[in-house]
């Protein structure tokens, strides 16, 4: 589909921008994305990446709005609160880029409705604060063979990777990508959570925007993803740095026994 008049006053920094351009620009417009939690670090993303024109968001969180996310949580207003964050996502992501189809659903992922919910999809962004809710995303994500988009934080520090494992590029799966329970095999026994330890609220808009980038560039094929690699950032510090992983043979969910199992 060719661009309109409007189309290419609103992506004109995308278009003149050699690692997207036109193509990059048409693979942005024919992505569909799901996105599961629309707060501190999917409300940025969602934002971001409805205005950079992917074609088609789905929101997924069965969350209504309260007084104390909205030191962080920039996709709603003192007015939302006690409105869905879908319904009010949907709202504002459409009045953002009317050329953006905004789907919802006011309910968690779960190991029963994960793959139902995220087939058809692209690329997944996890911006969840549970362990169980990001657990059934990646293994949802590795059955269906999609790209994972997943970011973290908490007190001053936040984290975001990419995990393709099952991603098929090219001939085959890629056999050698790790995926999020290679990363964490189980929940931490001392695992915190920004109710209890706090978050300085403009972490969430870093790290929820950097899983906006991550998304584009995987999307439009620029540059290279963090696949396979976890970007963490220290906020007090000012410092970031990057590590790679690698699959975990005993992984439960993508690991050698599995597939040898099944061979």
């Known amino acids: ?39 501190g670090l999917g409300g940025p993303a969602a934002l971001y990446l409805a205005a950079a024109g992917v074609g088609h968001v789905t929101l997924a969180d069965p969350d209504t709005v309260s007084l104390d ?35 919802i659903h006011y309910e968690s992922l779960t190991a029963d409705n994960a793959d139902a919910l995220l087939a058809g999809h692209d690329l997944v962004l996890d911006g969840t604060d549970r362990f169980e809710t990001r657990f059934d995303v990646n293994a949802a994500c590795y059955r269906l063979g999609l790209p994972l988009v997943s970011g973290a934080v908490g007190r001053w520090d936040g984290q975001v990777g ?49 899983m906006a980038l991550e998304a584009i560039k995987w999307i439009t094929g620029a540059g290279k993803p963090l696949d396979g690699r976890i970007l963490l950032f220290d906020g007090l510090d000012g410092t970031s740095r990057t590590v790679r992983l690698k699959p975990d043979p005993a992984c439960t969910v993508c690991g050698d026994a599995l597939h040898n199992a099944g061979a």
């Not at 189309?7 to 351009?21: F, N, P, S, T």
């Not at 909205?70 to 319904?87: G, M, N, P, Y």
């Open 162 to 210: 990419v995990f393709a494992a099952g991603v098929t590029r090219g001939a085959a799966p890629d056999a050698r990508a790790p995926c999020y329970r290679c990363f964490v095999a189980a929940i931490p026994p001392d695992a915190e959570t920004c109710e209890r330890v706090g978050v300085v609220g403009a972490l969430t808009g870093v790290i929820g925007s950097m």
């Open 69 to 103: 996310n909205l030191q962080r949580q920039i996709l709603f207003r003192t007015a939302d609160i006690d409105a869905s964050k879908v319904e009010t996502g949907r709202r504002v992501l459409e009045a953002l880029n009317p050329g953006v189809s905004v789907a």
């Open 1 to 39: 589909m060719a661009f309109t008049d409007d189309d290419i006053a609103r992506y004109a920094r995308h278009l003149v921008l050699r690692e997207v351009g036109g193509p990059g620009q048409q693979s942005l417009r024919a992505a569909r994305v799901f996105i599961v939690g629309a707060g």
